[in-house]
């Protein structure tokens, strides 16, 4: 697939070079090409690739969304007409003060952001866990993957994203419709308490057992 980041921090740059080493088409979509945090990520893969964020999203057919969520609002509005028809994923998380969710739990950050692109298909993927586990998603020792839970109105943009959480070693889990971006959100301050606040190791995450 052709593959376009906004933000590729500590959550978009291990996303990038694991979907590029799965022989996935990757592009930055980097305003700066040239600033220290665009030549990290792109130093982690001679794969990789950079481009204005316009062009990086025309190119794509999933683009991933790996930013601060209170930059959200500012960069999708510039980018809207890019985004209409695209399957955006949606890897941020509204965390507010004292790790409480930052839309007081009234409605998720991924309802916010399908709300302002009707016309882009919007899957909240990647986001219950911490970075540490999007660098490496090995748990080798167990007989079923690691599970990593998703969700979004779109069932077409929903395959295609299970389809690229499976290439990077999880168990694609689909939780449902956009109504269920809410319950993830918690359950990321879930994972984030027990461990940024707790001192629980990172390298924990759930798996789905079914009978
Ligand atoms: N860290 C985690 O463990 C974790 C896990 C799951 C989900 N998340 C969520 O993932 C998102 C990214 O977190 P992160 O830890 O990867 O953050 P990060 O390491 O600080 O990276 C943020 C990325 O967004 C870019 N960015 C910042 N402001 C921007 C703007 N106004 N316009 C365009 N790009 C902008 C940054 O580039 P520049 O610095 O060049 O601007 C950088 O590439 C957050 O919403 C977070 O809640 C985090």
Not at 49 to 66: C, H, M, N, Q, T
Not at 136 to 141: E, Q, W
Request: proline share 6%; hydrophobic share 45%.
């Amino acid at each position: 697939m052709n593959i376009a980041f906004l933000g590729y921090g500590q959550v978009g740059a291990p996303l990038a070079d694991h979907l590029a080493r799965a022989g996935h088409n990757v592009t930055l979509g980097a305003a700066e090409p040239f600033s220290d945090r665009a030549l990290k990520a792109l130093r982690r893969n001679a794969e990789l690739k950079a481009a204005p964020p316009r062009e990086a999203i025309l190119g794509a057919d999933v683009v991933f969304l790996a930013t601060p969520f209170a930059a959200n609002e500012a960069l999708l509005m510039a980018v809207a007409t890019e985004l209409v028809g695209k399957v955006l994923v949606d890897c941020t998380n509204p965390v507010g003060p004292g790790l409480n969710h930052g839309l007081n739990s009234a409605r998720s950050g991924t309802e916010m952001i399908q709300t302002l692109l009707p016309a882009t298909k919007v899957v909240k993927a990647f986001t219950i866990y911490g970075f540490e586990n999007l660098e490496n998603s090995a748990y080798p020792g167990y007989n079923v993957k690691p599970a990593m839970l998703f969700c979004g109105a779109d069932a077409a943009a929903k395959q295609r994203v299970a389809r690229l959480i499976g290439d990077l070693g999880w168990e694609p889990v689909d939780t449902g419709g956009i109504e269920q971006a809410l319950p993830l959100e918690h359950m990321t301050l879930l994972w984030i308490r027990m461990v940024r606040l707790g001192g629980q190791s990172p390298h924990v995450v759930w798996a789905a057992l079914r009978r």
